[in-house]
């Protein structure tokens, strides 16, 4: 069997640049500062016809003035010259390339035309590419971002693969907040070589990649993509979006990349068959896609709101009712035991609300130790982080610029939740929090760096809890569960024996 | 008619405060901390027992040794002392109160018991009060915030009412990543007293306030309810959220605020009747609440979108045909105008994409102007925020710390964005944002503190585009068309030609 292109693609041991300068106002050379100072360990060769040094790298005239080729080739110069490029480099020996530049397949008949050239050339030289029409990739480990988008990314877990290179690019400020990492981002662009399906093979494949989010404006080969993916999603997870399943969505597809979309019952019943979530915006695409790369799936859909507070809590509670998860009674005794423990004010039934108190190690250790540990219950949403944000303001608003006491209420907190973010690998459960503030506050971004995703609303965390329960079925639906288990047998840990 | 007591609670000359003290850790002081250091300019006297000074102003042992009565106290002292308290208050002619302390209607016998003695203290002397089990109060233009969360906040036109103290105090930093402003934020709790609907009618007469947010666990009243909201609704937007409609959610609200919630049809019946729009969740509520305070409304569901990114403008597209908005076709001439003025790689019938460019006269203000001036179109929606952030870390990254050129970028962005802002007020017609990238960027600050919202995804402000459409036709069902406007006739600028 072929290696799949990607490997190389992702890895280069070597890169030739094509379209950097010492401008920094053009996108080309965007691009090089973020290969040559993002952290990639590799060779980088830059290609300009003048200068000696492109950002203080020695640069080479031309690929032929090159004494070996490269593993890469990234291509950010104008379309016609092109063709000529990559006949250059298949001359040269270097096999993989990433074409960035626009104005090829999906701008009309012109477009297509040289978009033909591309494969024509491609094909004698057997090189393989990515693009045209793409952002590039990044591949979070080893700190190669070919885009232009500079801002810091967080290595982790999550693969994605994008008809639009926005989605791997202006998205990395978003994801840095959500506490989401990278493992490879794939801009797949106008697909002329590889597509699609060659990046889901690969990420399948890949170990770092725990989960894979895909942004589809459309599929070109389905009876392949069918293929590829039922083979993944029985291990690694798939969350889909598609958004050219209305006419709007169609027709903006259509000239962004050239897709030819269909109606949404369509790709509904195809990801269906795939064992895919659909996620119907981006925001979802990217909650589900991080929870199902950091948290164990729930056994069953049995789950225990925890929270210190009663809004937070009820509005969790609710939308995880409608979006098919349980929210049940606890057994009377261990209602009783969370009573003892628990101010006068608090409610223990499940939600369980310890209203506003400062103790840490009830909210963080003692109560999810409680419930995680019942065997009625598969996981867990928590409202309750607490940490600087609550007194920053306030050191500053009373006028006490001694910042002693917030020194110690981040030791404190971060001591608190290094604890609790070991209770979803103790327990085999998953937990997933919300909190409306962000990484400015020390808890969050202790919990989020620690594994639990931290969302910005209660809703988006009972969602997510929601879509890790939707893979859990698609999981056993295709490795059906034993009989011994179906008939609930002593050592059916998945049964859910209910309050 | 008498005056709504919250005209005094919301804008009160002077408060005495009952639970602060100098110790920085209870959260009475917290809260009187923020009053005393959050902008508030009416007259504070604390009360307490042995300090003579708390927080540096005059501390007085017990109400009745002030010289003459405060607009409104403010208790935050264990609930038992409270009905003693509140009788003093009467005696010392205190006629308004705020109890923040929990532990009263929503815990069971007991603390029922006890809220009535509250509620017959306070009709033997006429006291009229909120709580208790509530938050408090924030009111924006004041500078007042009787709250515990001391993250300053912005000022501006969303009035909310929650049954949940954590939807006025927590999400103050959500609020502020949103851009969103707050006229007056009402944390009703048990609602012994004061109730959902007397705020209702406040906010509906409030000036500052130009959309109405609620968070409801449940509704006493109903039938005052509604007849309330029919009355503010055909001038003023109202959007709620309400979780008590599923049968974990029941179950939390009763425990929290000791509301009897009803199923969601009952409620959907109620929220249709009122002319209030229903949000799912609280992103939707605060989205929603937001565009419909700050936007002018659509006259119609046609809709542009206006992208520098093809897969954001393709996701926009599609959420706002799911939620019944239209993306219709330009008109051929529309689409030589936008050809002509934008790159070969452009798309230019609706979505018009630019696709990344610097030229921010096209994207600011020839496009937008041009879109906005269609009879066509009523309302544009836009992708396509172009500040600093892309350009922060790629100075540090290429190691080039000479400020002057991102100095630059900044001015020439926030002019552009400076007149961008102005566009709704000129066409009369909403423009949403998105942007994935947030305040850090100095062009989404800019355009949000310009009056338009900027969400973090595209399909939030497709959604919140729907919202405002939705609220147009609640308010033109409640004002009937003329039947000149009705045939079409000359006049009639509320029709859509179509392409």
Excluded at 43 to 60: D, F, M, N, S
Excluded at 114 to 143: S, T, W
Aim: proline share 6%; aromatic share 8%.
């Amino acid at each position: 069997m072929k290696a799949n292109p990607l490997q190389t693609i992702m890895n280069p041991e070597s890169i030739v640049y094509l379209g950097g300068s010492n401008d920094l106002q053009t996108m080309g050379t965007a691009q090089l500062i973020n290969i040559v100072k993002g952290g990639y360990k590799g060779k980088i060769y830059p290609i300009h016809r003048k200068e000696k040094t492109v950002l203080g790298l020695t640069a080479y005239r031309n690929i032929t003035s090159m004494d070996k080729p490269a593993d890469l080739a990234v291509i950010v110069i104008p379309g016609k010259a092109i063709p000529g490029v990559l006949e250059e480099c298949g001359k040269a020996g270097i096999r993989h390339a990433i074409i960035i530049t626009a104005g090829y397949g999906e701008i009309g008949r012109e477009g297509k035309r040289l978009q033909q050239e591309l494969i024509d050339v491609a094909h004698k030289y057997d090189i393989r590419f990515l693009g045209p029409n793409c952002m590039g990739i990044v591949n979070g480990p080893i700190g190669l971002n070919t885009t232009w988008f500079p801002t810091k990314y967080r290595a982790g877990h999550v693969g994605i693969i994008s008809q639009s290179g926005s989605y791997v690019t202006q998205t990395l400020t978003y994801f840095e907040k959500l506490g989401l990492g990278i493992s490879q981002a794939i801009s797949v662009g106008n697909q002329a070589d590889i597509d699609m399906v060659d990046c889901l093979a690969y990420l399948g494949e890949d170990d770092q990649t725990r989960s894979i989010a895909l942004y589809i404006e459309g599929i070109k080969k389905p009876a392949a993509f069918l293929k590829t993916a039922r083979k993944i999603t029985p291990q690694k997870p798939i969350v889909a979006m598609y958004v050219g399943g209305t006419e709007a969505g169609a027709r903006a597809c259509a000239s962004h990349t050239g897709s030819m979309a269909g109606p949404n019952k369509l790709y509904d019943g195809l990801f269906h068959q795939a064992g895919i979530l659909r996620a119907r915006n981006i925001t979802d695409l990217f909650d589900w896609s991080l929870a199902l790369a950091q948290q164990p799936l729930p056994k069953g859909n049995n789950i225990a709101v925890l929270t210190n507070s009663g809004g937070p809590g009820s509005s969790m509670a609710d939308e995880a009712d409608n979006y098919g998860l349980k929210i049940p009674l606890f057994a009377p005794d261990t209602q009783e035991k969370i009573k003892a423990m628990t101010p006068f004010t608090a409610a223990y039934v499940n939600p369980v609300d310890v209203t506003m108190n400062y103790d840490l190690d009830l909210i963080y250790k003692k109560l999810p130790e409680l419930i995680l540990n019942l065997r009625q219950i598969d996981g867990m949403l928590f409202y309750g982080i607490f940490g600087t944000i609550h007194f920053q303001d306030k050191m500053t608003l009373a006028g006490n610029h001694s910042d002693t006491p917030l020194d110690l209420l981040e030791k404190t907190t971060e001591k608190a939740c290094n604890e609790f973010i070991k209770l979803p690998e103790k327990f085999k459960k998953p937990i997933l929090c919300a909190c409306f503030s962000g990484r400015e506050d020390n808890s969050v971004a202790r919990i989020q760096d620690g594994g639990i995703p931290v969302y910005p609303t209660p809703g988006r965390a009972a969602r997510a809890m929601a879509a890790l329960w939707e893979y859990k079925k698609i999981k056993g639906h295709r490795f059906p569960r034993s009989p011994s288990r179906k008939t609930g047998s002593p050592g059916d840990d998945a049964g859910n024996t209910g309050p």
